[in-house]
């Protein structure tokens, strides 16, 4: 009878868990309509949802045998995924995707990157829970071997149903193309994470290009040269705050002059510079990626054969990749040898900031290493250079209301205004063919004053001058571009030589 007792509780507490779980998905943003006649999931997103509660409820059980606790844990991790997918929703536009679950990797590799945008208290707070966690997991501890055992037979007999349901209508043909907010709205939180995940495992690597490129026609006398900045939040104040007193002399001179100029229509809003980074360097559109645009570093590494340095390698160009942060981080340090960079300089080259410059390199020692690279080129060379100076979050300059983190986001805009000037003096300076290719790599987020929307933007400019350093002036024309576009503008000015 107590048998019998304990179990009927038990379902009633996964019961109620799941229909706990089902108002909290509910509540992820994007929604369903309003005046939907049904208010919650699609049935198959809903069967997809109670699986995976299934699993980490028999998951926590089987770890502690205390079904009250294993309920509670489970509820609080959908509120977590709640919580986090709503926040992010807010600032940067999307909900949460699968991709972002390897972040989880690089908090623990990197903590330094995002612990230093804590406050002490915050620091205090994740440093003591910890411990708490552990206290409390022992506190709830349960010795019944057989909570344990029911536990683990049921998260893998939910695992099974899992992988079952999928391969079955209607869940095999569910999202079949990449639709991030509407496949929330109709499904939920959870299944979108597990349908992206599946989806984007089943994606395949781009087949190799078949030719590598050669040189074709003479090379200049001076070897000609290339430099790629990649800016961080790099944006026009003009079009983020809609006041023409705020335009950059350093943008506005560099457009004056360009042989090309525009928009750069990025994917991502406050954050995901490796959307944008691998648009350039591996020419790739969203379209062809599919389920992987939504990190596309996880698998560049089989795409290297389209990486702009492997291309132009063939040409006779020697390629280096700058950026002053950890190059593990995004796993640089594997992706971009393996797309043909010769080198790579990390942090330990740059001058570090001094007391009262902020947490990064400045845009201004970027400049410096940049210009001292292409000084001391003597062969067709290409430098990508990654800044980090105006990386969020923005501290206030004098108060803190939203307006100071403006003012923040405006002195630090300015000095890397103040690198594109630098740069387009240094290389004509050079006396050598060079090309410049300048572009922000998202728009800042910044809390109560830019907003994620459709308009997201940024500007690229590209400026060529000849053997003399004078500009070399071409039709001046904007042409708006992806990514991927400009990767295959700038590959098409590069694998022509200049003349002699």
């Known amino acids: ?28 943003r994007p929604r369903r309509d309003g005046d939907a006649r049904w208010p919650l999931r699609s049935a198959a997103g809903m069967v997809l949802h109670m699986l995976l509660v299934a699993s980490g409820f028999g998951l926590f059980l089987g770890i502690c045998g205390n079904p009250l606790a294993s309920a509670i844990l489970t509820l609080a991790l959908v509120a977590l995924f709640t ?22 990797g690089a908090v623990l590799r990197h903590p330094q990157f995002y612990l230093s945008a804590l406050s002490p208290v915050q620091k205090g707070v994740l440093i003591a829970s910890g411990p708490v966690l552990l206290a409390l997991f022992a506190w709830l501890f349960v010795g019944d071997i057989g909570a344990h055992l029911a536990g683990a037979l049921l998260l893998g007999g939910s695992l099974v149903l899992l992988r079952w349901v999928m391969a079955i209508p209607p869940w095999r043909g569910l999202a ?20 992206y995940w599946l989806r984007w495992r089943a994606t395949v690597d ?17 070897p000609p040269l290339a430099v790629i900045v990649q800016c961080e939040s790099f944006a026009d104040p003009v079009d983020l705050f809609g006041d023409p007193a705020l335009e950059l002399p350093g943008l506005a001179r560099a457009r004056s002059v360009a042989w090309q100029w525009g928009d750069l229509n990025v994917s991502g809003f406050g954050a995901y510079t490796m959307r944008t980074e691998y648009g350039l360097i591996f020419g790739r559109d969203e379209e062809e990626l599919g389920f992987r645009r939504y990190d596309p570093f996880l698998t560049a590494v089989g795409e290297a054969s389209h990486a702009l340095p492997a291309r132009l390698a063939g040409r006779g160009w020697r390629s280096l990749f700058l950026h002053p942060h950890d190059l593990r981080f995004y796993n640089r340090h594997r992706i971009m040898p393996a797309a043909g960079f010769a080198e790579m300089v990390g942090e330990e080259h740059f001058e570090q900031p001094s007391a009262g410059e902020g947490r990064y390199v400045t845009d201004a020692a970027m400049a410096g290493t940049i210009g001292d690279l292409a000084r001391k080129a003597t062969e067709a060379t290409m430098l990508y250079a990654v800044t980090i100076e105006n990386h969020g979050p923005w501290a206030p300059e004098d108060g803190s209301g939203p307006r100071d983190l403006v003012a923040s986001y405006l002195r630090l805009v300015r000095n890397s205004d103040a690198m594109l000037a630098a740069l387009l003096e240094a290389l004509a300076d050079l006396g050598r063919p060079s090309v410049l290719v300048f572009f922000g790599d998202h728009r800042p987020s910044i809390p109560g004053v830019t907003t994620p929307g459709p308009v997201r933007h940024t500007p690229y400019v590209v400026v060529r001058l000849d053997a003399s350093g004078a500009v070399v002036e071409g039709e001046g024309r904007r042409v708006d571009l992806t990514p991927a576009q400009l990767h295959h503008a700038v590959h098409d000015l590069l694998a022509t030589p200049p003349a002699a």
């Open 176 to 195: 079949p193309e990449p639709d991030l907010d509407g496949d929330v709205r109709r499904h939920g939180l959870l299944a979108t994470l597990l349908l």
């Open 83 to 104: 919580v986090v997918s709503n926040a992010k929703h807010t600032m940067l536009g999307e909900p949460l995707v699968f991709s972002d679950l390897v972040l989880v």
């Open 206 to 222: 781009p087949a190799p290009r078949a030719h590598p490129e050669v040189a074709v026609g003479m090379m200049a006398v001076e």
């Open 1 to 28: 009878m107590f048998y019998r007792g304990a179990v009927t509780g038990t379902f009633l507490l996964f019961s109620g868990l799941v229909a706990a779980s089902l108002v909290l998905d509910g509540l992820v």
